[in-house]
């Protein structure tokens, strides 16, 4: 198991950039895959971007093809979303996810390790 904090999130005005990190407690987090997922408030959470463990692999969402981007740096045991371009609609609580495994997930659930999520809002 791996506890995972995500940080970065906040206000942001339309068209405007954050960039989430979610840090792991294990050094072996290179041996991990890792998901972004989002949840606005009355929705179901949502998969917004993955990334093996290595990097080598991705995975977007149609939604945010383009202008988001999953990043890691396993030295630092970081993962990384660069969000740009954002929206209204991009408000949400962002939360990383991460499972031991070489290759990238297809699905993710409650066997996963999860954080607890950082806020995201774009203002209009």
């Known amino acids: 198991q791996v506890q995972l904090v995500e940080s970065g999130g906040g206000l942001v005005e339309a068209g405007g950039s954050l960039r989430l990190s979610c840090v792991a407690s294990r050094r072996t987090f290179a041996a991990y895959a890792v998901g972004w997922f989002r949840q606005a408030p009355g929705k179901e959470r949502e998969f917004v971007a993955a990334?093996?463990?290595?990097?080598?692999?991705?995975k977007y969402a149609d939604f945010v093809k383009g202008r988001f981007t999953v990043s890691r740096d396993n030295a630092k045991n970081m993962v990384y979303l660069q969000m740009n371009s954002l929206k209204p609609e991009d408000t949400a609580v962002y939360y990383c996810?991460?499972?031991?495994?070489?290759?990238?997930?297809?699905?993710?659930?409650?066997?996963?390790?999860w954080g607890q999520g950082t806020q995201v809002t774009v203002s209009s």
């Open positions: 996810a991460a499972r031991r495994t070489t290759v990238l997930p297809d699905t993710w659930g409650v066997t996963d390790d």
């Open positions: 990334i093996s463990w290595r990097g080598g692999s991705t």
